[in-house]
T-cell receptor, first 120, second 113 residues
Framework: GAVVSQHPSRVICKSGTSVKIECRSL??????MFWYRQFPKQSLMLMAT?????????EQGVEKDKFLINHASLTLSTLTVTSAHPEDSSFYIC????????????????FGDGTRLSIL | KNQVEQSPQSLIILEGKNCTLQCNYTVSPFSNLRWYKQDTGRGPVSLTI?????NTKSNGRYTATLDADTKQSSLHITASQLSDSASYIC????????????FGTGTRLQVTL
């Protein structure tokens, strides 16, 4: 159980293109979804947290207008990288958690398999 | 500042051998600690999760320990297999209203013949 599907797994596109990444929880309702960015040989860096039906909370230094997050349902969140540039190339990973009572939760985050984004 | 430090950064062992990975953290207040396995190009997969009151938790050949007093955790892998080659990430959740996760930089384990 607790499967999170992330799509696409790899994207290669030209500079200036906007790219949408989908994150779906397949067998549970994800009250909270998280978006991470990971550079080679580094650990995950949280970009933003999204709760279903609410605006995402972005971490310091992450541009809201650059990385648009939508969490319209309990099973789907999307990350759109707008006007992507080569420096946006990275491995983007989403995770989902069922935490109906807020942040006091020992429920694990279930991760997708990531999206490798390459901007030429 | 909340930090999670892991050692060693990388490790190479022969198939069938045991190994222990270390995790030290400064996250306070503390809620729980998780160990994840991340294969190259894949998302992390949870191995164990431990709260303050738990000292040891096993998941097959993986055994995690937690000493909340010294803020240290370890992940012991028994009878390693080639498929154990991956990065192992220690993640600590803080307590309180801003209970974010703090990620370690991971230990890259390579199991060879």
């Amino acid at each position: 159980g607790a499967v999170v599907s992330q799509h696409p797994s790899r994207v290669i596109c030209k500079s200036g293109t906007s790219v949408k990444i989908e994150c779906r929880s397949l067998d549970f309702q994800a009250t909270t979804m998280f978006w991470y960015r990971q550079f080679p040989k580094q650990s995950l860096m949280l970009m933003a947290t999204s709760n279903e039906g609410s605006k995402a909370t972005y971490e310091q230094g992450v541009e809201k207008d650059k990385f648009l997050i939508n969490h319209a349902s309990l099973t789907l969140s999307t990350l759109t990288v707008t006007s992507a540039h080569p420096e946006d190339s990275s491995f983007y990973i989403c995770s989902a958690s069922y935490a109906p009572y807020g942040t006091y939760s020992n429920q694990p985050q279930h991760f997708g398999d990531g999206t490798r984004l390459s901007i030429l | 500042k909340n930090q999670v430090e892991q050692s060693p950064q990388s490790l190479i062992i022969l198939e069938g051998k045991n190994c222990t990975l270390q995790c030290n953290y400064t996250v306070s207040p503390f809620s729980n600690l998780r160990w994840y396995k991340q294969d190259t190009g894949r998302g992390p997969v949870s191995l164990t999760i431990m709260t303050f009151s738990e000292n040891t938790k096993s998941n097959g050949r993986y055994t995690a320990t937690l000493d909340a007093d010294t803020k240290q955790s370890s992940l012991h892998i028994t009878a390693s297999q080639l498929s154990d080659s991956a990065s192992y990430i220690c993640v600590v959740r803080g307590g309180g209203t801003a209970s974010k996760l703090t990620f370690g930089t991971g230990t890259r384990l390579q199991v060879t013949l």
